[in-house]
């Protein structure tokens, strides 16, 4: 299962990139969001996996019985997938003004403030 | 007593909530936002006259016990960098009253301005590393908007950069914060500390520390990852410019000499030797980028990447006496470079350009505001007494003491060429004869009285800080001094965090 992950991780920031890579202002965007993606991934499976055991306490005790799945991770990446959207949504509307305003969708167009 | 460190993030959470529900009343917002930055920076100094008579002080929000809980923990060098943020906050909303236009003003300038404010000082005041994740998205959400805010062509071509290259790195900090949390099973600042020591797999951790040394670098514009600063911080208003440079990227350098000094000591050496590197490169790439600029605040842009270099040769070095030249340094830095980007932005409000070229005159025209340049850039140049030269000596006597030759002369080098980009401004901007038709230049646009303190007020007050930093450097070096023997010996900060209730 790790493995299955790790690949998958490894996939997505390899689209990720590559989108970046593009001259579209809108194939930047998707990279960006591929990137966030991979990383909450990441988290996910870095932390390790643990499958069937959920974090429950029993009645009296003072933490749940071994092995347990790290519920912290799991808040972790609830965390960053609220953050992830929140900027997602920024850059889209971002994009759709540099588009307005320059007439372009091309990040090699977008030159003038470079030195 | 602990209470103090909660509300550098309060009053200005306060202070933007505030303003939203005054959103149709400018004059309010306005009200509002001075209060706010005015109390933010006393509260901030309590905590660092609290912190720098009892020791490091840490809160655990919500009694929480650390490591489980997000823990809030100041030590002498992030009580400074909050006065520095409220300073820069009262500084450049002061500044902004006569600079920004209402279409700004009424689409959320000053909420902006404080959300950011809120994120600077959480940044600086959190212990918890998935916390520093967050108070990162919060200053930087913010930043997006304060840089694209007004929607002029070449501001969203700045943007569109600077928001690209951040969230890319804070895509590579959440995916190092992952690995290190399946490394340690923790993320608190202290508890990692601890767990980092000895621990049983080196290359997985040396991984993890390249992936923060990027992460930070991108935020602190370090070489080679500097490009997106450049090509961004010279589009905004210069209010906006002055509080990025002062605060934004000192975060990022605050970020690494944080994570470097508590949780990632090589023993080895190697790290120093490449953050030396690292240094010397950043400060001489900037330096040389900026000779070339013949825009007043480009160069100036370029030149925040070239300080940034002398805070790295701080950490670099890596001695008490070496950080605490960075911590002075970062002092000064924030202070002049400000104060040199306000200039800028009031010679523009005469001129109307910031073209070095098709501007002159102005020290016959403005005596005093030459002056109120002079004494920044002298200061950046390292010119005895002012600030700058005291910064410079302590790094460099501390480079010498541990014979690190090459960057002690980078530095001194790049001082050198700083001085002459200084002199370049100075000669263009101020002394030579205006240029075309003198007799057909328009009349300068009148100051009305409130703008001409608003103006000159912030830098006027950084300036005559410049000169008191540098005429009694020796209580402000002993309290940097104090804070980097904190950082150097983490042992008190790891006690702290660990045993503090609520």
């Not at chain 2, 509300?7 to 509002?32: D, F, H, T, Y």
């Amino acid at each position: 299962m790790e493995f299955a992950l790790a690949l998958i991780v490894g996939v997505l920031y390899a689209c990720g990139l590559y989108l970046m890579l593009r001259r579209s202002i809108v194939k930047l965007i998707i990279g960006l969001a591929l990137l966030s993606n991979a990383a909450n991934l990441l988290i996910f499976t870095a932390a390790g996996l643990t499958r069937g055991y959920p974090p429950l306490v029993a009645l009296g005790a003072a933490r749940p019985a071994e092995p347990f799945a790290d519920p912290l991770p799991q808040a972790l990446i609830l965390t960053a997938i609220v953050i992830g959207f929140g900027v997602l949504a920024f850059a889209m509307v971002l994009a759709y003004r540099v588009y307005q305003s320059t007439g372009t969708d091309d990040l090699d167009n977008l030159r003038s403030t470079d030195t | 007593m602990t209470n103090l460190l909660v509300l550098p993030i309060l009053i200005p959470a306060m202070g933007a909530a505030l303003s939203l529900l005054l959103w149709r009343s400018r004059a309010l917002q306005r009200a509002v936002a001075l209060g706010a930055v005015a109390a933010l920076l006393a509260a901030a100094g309590a905590l660092l006259q609290s912190v720098a008579e009892t020791g490091i002080a840490a809160v655990q929000v919500g009694d929480w016990p650390a490591p489980y809980g997000i823990t809030l923990v100041a030590d002498v060098f992030s009580a400074i960098m909050a006065v520095l943020a409220g300073f820069m906050g009262l500084a450049v909303v002061l500044y902004s009253f006569a600079t920004i236009d209402a279409g700004r003003e009424s689409y959320g300038y000053y909420p902006l301005l404080q959300v950011l404010l809120m994120g600077v000082c959480g940044a600086f005041l959190t212990g918890d590393l998935f916390n520093l994740y967050v108070w990162f998205e919060v200053l930087l959400m913010a930043s997006f908007v304060l840089l694209a805010l007004g929607g002029e062509r070449a501001q969203m071509e700045g943007a569109i950069k600077y928001v690209t290259l951040n969230l890319i790195s804070s895509a590579l900090f959440l995916a190092a914060l992952g690995i290190l949390y399946g490394i340690a099973g923790t993320l608190n600042m202290a508890d990692l500390a601890v767990k980092l020591r000895g621990n049983s797999e080196p290359g997985l951790v040396m991984a993890v520390t390249s992936l923060f040394f990027i992460a930070f670098g991108i935020k602190a514009a370090v070489f080679p990852l500097f490009f997106w600063l450049p090509a961004s911080y010279h589009t905004p208003p210069v209010a906006v410019t002055a509080l990025f440079s002062g605060l934004l990227t000192k975060v990022g350098v605050y970020s690494l000499i944080r994570t470097f000094t508590l949780l990632f000591v090589d023993e080895s050496g190697r790290t120093q030797t490449f953050l030396s590197a690292i240094a010397g490169l950043t400060m001489i790439t900037g330096v040389l980028g900026a000779v070339a600029q013949y825009d007043f605040r480009r160069l100036l842009s370029f030149h925040i990447v070239s300080q940034i270099g002398y805070l790295l040769m701080g950490l670099a070095v890596m001695t008490s006496a070496a950080l605490a030249g960075a911590i002075y340094f970062m002092v000064h830095v924030v202070l002049s470079k400000s104060a040199l980007f306000l200039v800028s932005g009031v010679v523009e409000r005469l001129r109307g350009t910031y073209d070095l070229k098709a501007l002159g005159g102005l020290y016959a025209a403005r005596p005093w505001l030459a002056i109120l340049f002079l004494i920044p850039a002298l200061s950046l140049a390292g010119m005895p007494p002012l600030s700058g030269f005291f910064a410079k000596l302590a790094l460099i006597q501390a480079g010498l003491t541990v014979e690190r030759y090459v960057i002690v002369t980078a530095a001194l080098t790049v001082g050198l060429l700083t001085l002459f980009s200084m002199i370049k401004i100075w000669t263009e901007v101020f002394w030579k004869l205006p240029q075309g038709d003198i007799g057909a230049s328009p009349a300068e646009p009148q100051l009305t009285k409130s703008e001409t303190v608003q103006l000159f007020l912030p830098i006027i007050a950084m300036a005559l800080l410049i000169v008191a930093l540098g005429l009694a450097a020796e209580p402000f070096m002993s309290l940097a001094q104090s804070g980097a023997e904190q950082l150097i010996d983490s042992r008190a900060y790891v006690q702290t965090v660990l045993e503090a209730r609520r």
